[in-house]
């Protein structure tokens, strides 16, 4: 299930219980550096840029953001953790995470979440300078 699949109030329970793992995985530099906007490199291929942003930051995301993922998965198909976790195997990973990176909902989303820890708060960027 993706992100913009889900509609209704449910909308807003999945967005409360996503925002904290979404901003711990945001908050991590080297996890959400393949999450990044970056232009392609000269003669490199999109599907090498990718392998190699993948390869870098996927066995940092998978190792120090477990639970965040799964608790970001099963809010989305709208189980409990422990239920998600327990019918966890490669195939449904691979395809729920395909699902999910392939969701601009969810990008647009987690991008926000990037943008926001990089900018400061709303409310340092927006104070006068004190004279």
């Known amino acids: 299930m993706r992100l913009s699949d889900i509609k209704g109030d449910r909308t807003l329970e999945v967005i409360a219980e996503i925002i904290d793992p979404i901003a711990n995985i945001a908050e991590d ?4 550096a393949m999450f990044k906007r970056e232009k392609l490199p000269e003669g490199m291929t999109a599907k090498k840029f990718l392998m190699k942003r993948v390869r870098k930051s996927l066995p940092v995301l998978l190792k120090c953001h477990k639970a965040d993922i799964i608790s970001i998965l099963s809010a989305i198909e709208g189980v409990s953790a422990e239920e998600y976790a327990g019918a966890l195997n490669l195939v449904k990973l691979v395809k729920d995470c395909a ?12 991008i926000s979440a ?18």
């Open 114 to 131: 990037q943008s926001e820890n990089n900018s400061g708060s709303a409310q340092e960027s927006i104070e006068a300078p004190k004279q």
């Open 99 to 110: 699902d999910l990176l392939t969701d601009e909902v969810f990008m647009e989303l987690f």
């Open 29 to 32: 530099e080297a996890a959400s």
